[in-house]
């Protein structure tokens, strides 16, 4: 197991360079949005990073995770193609989804990157889907979905948990605790707001955890993995974490009066990569920003020089 | 070989030759096996290939979204097709989504099979048809057998189909009895039938609606009138030139559905007859559906809610005028039907 | 409060009255069912008497109860009528519902008990619709709903717990866990097969008492009715019975194999009318069966004698 | 005054006249307040009538069906049609049967207000319109507003209509700008609007179609075209008598639906012609919707999925025969759509 002092070097530069990648990745969304070339509603993960990178070091190439419309940072973490998510966010004919999808909709089957979707809580029942898949056909896969405070409150998180306990199915529930759902805070929503209890009175454990704290993320999934792994059934882990900037687009939002800016610039402080940045040396962040920013230099360039989808009909609409 | 055993013998079928295929559903263990479609499959294939679903449709359902995209080939069965309006998020938002939305790399091969109740007093939540609405939704396929035969080749092809695909089995049906293939066969999907031949009027029906239909042009044979009978099976994609060339035939048309007329499969045909064979049309076609109410449930109402042979019968004559008196002789006399 | 030495009475001949007016008209229905006459399916509510009963008892006239489709006991103990009860499970125009209904779709709305429904869950959330109007109008009436141990595995159960829990709506969710959904046991259902856990994690209180114990459900439903008159918010009780005969039908089925004739045997012995014994004197118990029993021929003879609706038309349907 | 704001005057101004109207509806006390259409009501009628929901679309729709049982005018806000997918069991096995399953004794008077996406990459799963699947199902009524006027009106007619009504509302219209009343009033559910008079063709049209047949009808006249245009309005119950009457006048129908075509609302239309007006119909009906297929993200082929003014005309003119070389001559410069 991973406690903090038994992590080796190279999974704490992977861990930190994971969560790096998609801080540079979305920062430069953000600087080149206003060129109005990505037209597809972005959800910005920046604040979540820990979640994504801490997870999915824990997951082998064969295991799946289903991340919801908050995606590009499991997309990235799981090891999706950062050409091809650019290409997308582009609308262009390379991109992962063919330029059908968008921002909310990436995929990377290779890289065990499923589709994502959203409809808020659409995709957790097929992570216990996968799992049941796995299952039927003896692999020791494990399948991993994300979704937000908000998305607990639909049925079918309900509905799916007891399943998933019922034939202790192989599946990972993570939920990033980001306090809001859009613009409501989860007070506003929850009879009782706390997340990880819900899985108790279903027969499966639930944990808190810190989702800043990407040692912490990674200790935990590594613990729930494990478990689903040996057949032993699903857990749900609730990751308290924050979203830095508005719900959809690039921009801050504090103006907006639902939250202040004191609340965003604390949680800033606590952010992941501030608190990972123990993790690695000046050196080595150094050596990461620059592999980093060619990367996504790189892969700007390819979304920009792609070719568009050329037509709706050559894709099967028909007439 | 009866309807509801065609049934078992697909699915039975089709667990045997294909390992990805499982079943799943709420009650799908009942000693009663859903009406003794499934008798035996569980002892058979046991509980990781006939899984009992909670009374969870919904999650059910995107579980067959997930699997599927898995590449596995869920079988999802319903008591009743009304259930099926609670997982509409996840066969029309999602499993519909699923091949366009990810540029065509993902496949969700998935069956919802549903059974349409009627009689008995069910009442107006358990007797609901709803195929308009999964013939409305691009991405999606919708079947409906009529007959044993294709019961069971419709069944078997809707598994094998790479997208999803709405099963639509009318209880009504269970206990009708044909000769059945004992072998794996499928019938094709996409494809209607033309199941009587004739030349002046073409009936169209689905379902149960295809013997009523039958029983129409033996009565307006008596009336001297040859009508052809089309078979729909599939109601999504529809098979207009089957259609189209019957009506340039015959010229004259009676759709016959069993469900409410706005937004129906009835209306579509027209609709499609209308803008692409309109000068084929001799005489105004015709809809027989439902009243456009709930189904009620005492035996003395529920037997004015459902139209059958005699309507068809008595629109498919006011549309070959010429016949109209013959038809009056040969008919009226057993025409006392509520409207 | 009602503590078992602390019922009047009055009191205790209501208990029982209820509770032997539901066992006899549904033995009526059982001996006549066979000619045909009543052509809908009836979900028998013999062996549930006790709840309806117990929960009713508290109950005021303004308060509305939401029962499922297992709902004789529900519509006669709010105060429902007999005869147009009748008259509905014979498809006739002076029933409940017009004949538009049957046996799954009893109302009356003068009791206080609204309609029920075929879909499982189905009037969970209604209920809590039904509170909210009442707050929003400054009433205290009080909203119940009941249903199975298998609705609440329906997304929807959960939903309407929060949000009831956060508004702190005045409403009681009563479920009679019978241990099957039709033919299937809750522990092949269910991760936790124990129901009143579910409410705590919601912030709303869990309660487990004795369905077949008329007393102690009257005790925890005067509780409850009490904390949700004072604006305290929801409860869940759980009440635990047994359906002695099968699911949708007149007929013992044991035979079927899904349970045992010993099981059923055990769950009669400690049946509502057996465990409420003591309630009532034999003199008392004499009269009650006169009454019942009369009423019950007025009923049915009413039933008999009612004409049937007419024309689908008339009801509005169009052509 | 902008359709956006039309939709907030309605709102305030029955909250204001009735106390029985309550707003109910996931993130409808968001600052943005549903795009402005809600600005100031939570401040003015307080949290007890503009009722934040959490994410739990199915249940807030039963929870209107509760409420309005007794006697509550609820309206329940989506920000996208989608999301009603979730909520079907109730609005079509509940809400669309309480009337009629107790004898008419109930019912339910809420609207379903619910917005429809399009643009900026929106993507499948948040352009869809539905209004198709709520026009199938008798007990629920269907209106779609075209303008701000109707806006208004329509969305304070659905308030005070004693069955569940859903109001579908395209984003795109949002920044329209008309003349509205500034009192209190309503548009009648189930009258089309003749829009604009003509004698050659009927041009049927709801929601944003209505402006794209009236850009249509514009061109026709240059080519000598005199096209008559209906603003469907309400989709169910459709109204047919104004429809008719036009295809008596003109003999040529061009609908144009913002939907896909099976089981839709324009093959509805014409299923009606045909039926009722057939000897009327000098020419084959058309329709104009949507191609088979899910709204895609990239900017580069959603610009091919939406028809609009030019696909009418060209459907137009080809149905007017007569006119069709001058048609080359008057539009062929202008036609540069994508098909
Ligand atoms: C079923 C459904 N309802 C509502 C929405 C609109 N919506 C999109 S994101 C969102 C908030 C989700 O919040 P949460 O689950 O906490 O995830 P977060 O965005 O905070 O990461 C809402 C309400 C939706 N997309 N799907
Ligand atoms: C949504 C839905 N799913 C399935 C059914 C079929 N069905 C009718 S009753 C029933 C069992 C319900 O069991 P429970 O909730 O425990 O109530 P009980 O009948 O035991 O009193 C099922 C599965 C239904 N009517 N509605
Ligand atoms: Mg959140
Ligand atoms: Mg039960």
């Keep these: 197991m991973t406690r903090r002092n038994a992590l080796s070097p190279d999974l704490k530069r992977k861990l930190y360079f994971d969560m790096l990648l998609v801080r540079r990745a979305e920062e430069r969304i953000q600087s080149e949005y206003h060129l109005r070339e990505m037209r597809s509603p972005p959800h910005l993960y920046m604040g979540h990073e820990a979640v994504a990178a801490g997870v999915c070091a824990v997951l082998r190439k064969d295991d799946v995770v289903f991340p919801y419309y908050r995606s590009h940072g499991w997309y990235l973490a799981k090891g999706g193609d950062l050409d091809a998510m650019m290409a997308e966010l582009f609308g262009k004919e390379t991109g992962c989804s063919g330029g059908w999808g968008g921002s909310m909709h990436l995929i990377d089957l290779a890289a065990g990157v499923m589709g994502t979707s959203a409809i808020v809580g659409g995709t957790i029942s097929h992570a216990a889907g996968a799992a049941l898949s796995f299952r039927i056909r003896g692999r020791d896969s494990v399948a991993v979905v994300s979704f937000g405070d908000g998305a607990i409150e639909e049925g079918v998180f309900h509905e799916t948990l007891n399943f998933s306990s019922l034939r202790k199915l192989p599946v990972i529930f993570v939920c990033e605790n980001n306090l809001y759902a859009t613009n409501t805070h989860i007070r506003d929503r929850q009879g009782r707001p706390e997340i990880h209890p819900h899985a108790e009175r279903f027969g499966l454990p639930g944990v808190l955890a810190d989702g800043n704290d990407v040692v912490a993320v990674h200790s935990e999934a590594a613990k729930a993995v494990a478990r689903a792994r040996a057949g032993a059934g699903p857990t749900l882990l609730e990751f308290q974490t924050y979203r830095i900037f508005e719900h959809c687009g690039i921009n801050e939002d504090h103006e907006l009066g639902y939250r202040t800016l004191d609340e965003v610039r604390a949680w800033k402080a606590k952010g992941p990569l501030e608190q990972g940045r123990h993790l690695v040396s000046e050196a080595e962040i150094q050596r990461m920003e620059a592999e980093i920013g060619a990367r996504i230099d790189r892969a700007f360039a390819y979304a920009r020089s792609a070719p568009f989808p050329t037509s709706l009909f050559a894709e099967g609409a028909a007439r | ?339």
């Design chain 2, 1 to 339: 070989m009866k309807f509801r055993e065609a049934v078992r013998d697909a699915t039975l079928q089709a667990l045997e030759s294909d390992p990805t295929v499982f079943l799943i559903g709420v009650g799908i263990i009942d000693p009663r096996a859903v009406w003794g479609t499934l008798t035996g499959a569980l002892e058979k294939f046991g509980p990781d290939r006939v899984v009992e679903g909670p009374l969870s449709e919904n999650a059910l359902t995107g579980m067959c979204v997930g699997a599927a995209s898995l590449g596995m080939r869920p079988v999802l069965i319903h008591h009743r097709i009304d259930f099926v309006l609670l997982t509409m998020d996840q066969l029309v938002n999602h499993a519909a989504k699923w091949r366009a939305m990810f540029g065509r790399q993902q496949h969700v091969p998935m069956v919802v099979r549903a059974v349409v109740g009627r009689g008995w007093g069910n009442g107006p939540q358990h007797t609901q048809s709803h195929h308009a609405l999964f013939s409305h939704v691009p991405g999606l396929k919708a079947v409906v057998p009529s007959n044993p035969r294709d019961a069971k080749g419709l069944l078997i092809a809707a598994i094998e189909d790479n997208d999803p695909v709405v099963y639509i089995e009318h209880r009504w049906l269970h206990e009708d009895e044909a000769d059945v293939p004992t072998e794996y066969f499928s019938t094709p999907i996409g494809r209607a039938a033309v199941v009587r031949r004739g030349g002046d009027v073409t009936l169209v029906a689905a379902g149960p609606m295809v013997s009523e239909s039958l029983k129409a042009a033996q009565a307006l044979q008596n009336a001297g009138i040859s009508a052809e009978v089309i078979d729909l099976r599939t109601l999504r994609p529809l098979d207009s030139d089957t259609i189209l060339t019957s009506v340039a035939k015959t010229g004259r048309l009676v759709v016959a559905d069993s469900d409410w007329a706005p937004c129906g499969i009835a209306g579509e045909v027209i609709a499609r007859v209308a803008e692409e064979a309109f000068d084929a049309l001799k005489a105004r076609p015709v809809r027989i559906t439902w009243p456009d109410s709930a189904v009620p449930s005492s035996q003395a109402i529920e037997a004015q809610f459902y139209p059958g042979a005699r309507e068809i019968e008595m629109a498919a004559v006011q549309v070959c005028e010429k016949q109209k008196d013959d038809f009056v002789k040969s008919t009226i006399k057993h025409f006392e039907g509520p409207f």
